[in-house]
Nanobody
Framework: VQLVESGGGLVQPGGSLRLSCAAS????????MSWHRQAPGKGRELVAT????????NYAASVKGRFTISRDNAKNTVYLQMNSLKPEDTAVYYC?????????????WGQGTQVTVSS
């Protein structure tokens, strides 16, 4: 299993970024996928999930209305569009498959992609 996140960077408050996560080594299209983040000194937080077909999404209250999760099963890729970014969104962002509320590949986290929101 390999999960490769990309698209992070430094952005000013109010700005936007689009993260990508390329997955391989498992049948991507059958799994619900998720984005998580970990801020300095804090635990990993679930940000958003998307069903295998893409028809059902869920968001943490802190990002609802600002972030949009999507997926392309033909490309084995899940995305996170982040708008109206705030300094508190600063974190390393990771993706993984999720099932019954738990991460499927807990031993295969990617390197993550750093998002820094600062003026």
């Amino acid at each position: 299993v390999q999960l490769v996140e990309s698209g992070g960077g430094l952005v000013q408050p109010g700005g936007s970024l689009r993260l990508s996560c390329a997955a391989s080594g498992f049948t991507f299209s059958v799994y619900r996928m998720s984005w998580h983040r970990q801020a300095p000194g804090k635990g990993r937080e679930l940000v958003a999930t998307i069903s295998s077909s893409g028809g059902d999404t869920n968001y943490a209250a802190s990002v609802k209305g600002r972030f949009t999760i999507s997926r392309d099963n033909a490309k084995n890729t899940v995305y996170l569009q982040m708008n109206s970014l705030k300094p508190e969104d600063t974190a390393v962002y990771y993706c993984n498959a999720i099932r019954n509320g738990g991460v499927v590949y807990s031993g295969s986290w990617g390197q993550g992609t750093q998002v820094t929101v600062s003026s």
